[in-house]
């Protein structure tokens, strides 16, 4: 890298090579053949970002600050000490003095002010970049005065995208299963936060053992299942109405339900007389459709983002591995083929990979390869790490872990497993799941 | 024990008093009678009394047809293999009582319930364990017991016996776990 490219072809570049580090061995040499490829993942550096506190009084220094800790959790950005800060009290109406920030090799600079007139919320903003002495992105948010804290990931979102070419990820929100209560006796309730943990509340009182939610890609709607000793039944939950819908009545368990990309129909399975199968149903009419009919177990189906295809679990050639059909159920083979035991994969949202639970040598892995299986990476290892969701740009997984003997938690890896973090929720969390954009 | 002793004492007591009466029927010659009161029996030499023990009471075990009774006394759990659903063969002593019983109380309705241990992901373990549920009714129903009477639910490895994590603990929560519904006394 160049001092004289341009600064977001500094970090498209960064971005890239994480990403050529993930499939280089598979790939051919890419196209861009200025961009030194270096499989080596710890290679890439967080680039140094100043986010001074935004005009306004509080708000404007807490938008500031959860707009920090966004770019810093990403691992992608390096977030610089306020306290090195040489030009202080930056208007957005004003150009920065770029020597001051050079000199402490703050490579981008975000800086806003924020006004609140007639119960309005105007949050303006700038990303410069600092070497290049140029601003690169120019916004100004409205909203009401509680809603800051989405105004600043709208704006992290921004600056995300403007510095890497790939769409953000912050405003964004996860649900997730809370639990408490004793192992052998738990509790657990369905709960939201903002991606970044705020805002946390619960979704059910915990009457039944709730689990495995799915966001519906397109709209705040969520998929689960509830099991109580009598029966295994699926919902529907609109988040912004609340209204819950049974998927309908069916002989047997039903449960390992997922949307499909146009939140049009659902996919789960149907347990009759212990064989479980994969069922798909259209939401408009409630008909359903048998997918699969093999005496084994057939499970956790999630389609393509096209809508042509499906991943599920089987066991049919002996132990748990990774299948993919077509969307109407012919066609099925088997794409995991690593020593081990694969289950839960989970289709990328930009179809370039499928992430799967992965069982070897006493371990549990979280793992992406290709849809037709290549090019396998393991990211995680312990215990018992499973259930990854992916972040809507397809960057970021969340997943649950334990310990022996202890609680789940959520966690973060990214696609590369370069950045392996607990998520910013403090308390027990298991199969979390991953939003879309909000609007 | 302790009563029967007891009178066994009392029976010797008794022996003793008739020979010493039998003593003095065939006493001497006849002599000049004077007429005394027989002398008393030689005492014999004193015995403890203890009171006789108490008798304690408690019910007769649990209740035959009750679900305690199946609990305790036929046994509402067996065990699986590591990712395996066939029943073994140390298991199906305890389901041939699991369908006498049932076969004996035909107003009983069951649930089975399959569970799994924790080194498998969720969505699999609820599937095996339903096949674990499904291979102990399926016994069941080979032995005599009504399919109607037999529902089946997994709850995967959501419901552990035991708490800990290790191979002990995880024999332990692969299990088929036969839970009376209703009809038990």
Redesign the interface.
Known sequence: MTQARSFPQRLIALVFTALCALTALALAPPARAEIEVNVNRGDVQPLPIAVPAFAGGQVGADIAQVISANLQRSGLFRPLDPASFIEKDLSAAVQPRFADWKTINAQALVNGQVTVEGGKLRVDFRLWDTFQEQQLLGLQFTSSPENWRRVAHKISDAVYQRLTGEKGYFDTRIVFVAESG?????V?RLAIMDQDGANPSYLTSGDS?V??PRFSSNSQEITYMS?T????TVYLFNLETARRESLGSFK??V??PRFSPDGGRVAF?V?R????DIFVMNLANHSSTRLTSDPA?D??PSFSPDGTKIAF?S?RSG??QIYVMNADGSNPRRVSYGDG?Y??PVWSPTGEFIAF?K?TGGQFHIGVMRPDGTDERILTSS??D??PTWAPNGRVLMFSR?T??GPPRLWSVDVTGRILQPAPYPGAGS?PAWSPLLN | MVRRKNSRTLLKLALVGVAAASMAACAKKPMPVTQQPAPPPAAPPPTPQPPPPAVTQQPTGPLPGSTQDFVVNVGDRVYFDT?Q?TVRDDAMPLLDAQSAWLRRYPGVQV?I?GNCD???????N???G??R???V??YLVSHGVSADRI??????K????D????EDAWQKNRNAHT?IVSGAR
């Open positions: 004793s192992r052998a006796s738990p657990k053992i689990m495995t099991l000793p009598e029966a295994a047997g368990m449960f390992a399975s347990e007389g212990g064989n479980s177990i499970t956790s679990n066991d132990g748990p035991r289950t839960t639970t069982q215990y018992l499973e259930g334990e022996p003997g199969d | 990712d659903y649930r319930e924790e080194r498998g992901t969720r969505e699999y609820l599937a095996l339903a096949r549920a499904n291979s009714r399926d529902a089946t639910i997994s709850f995967g959501e419901k552990p016996i708490d800990g994590s290790g839970a």
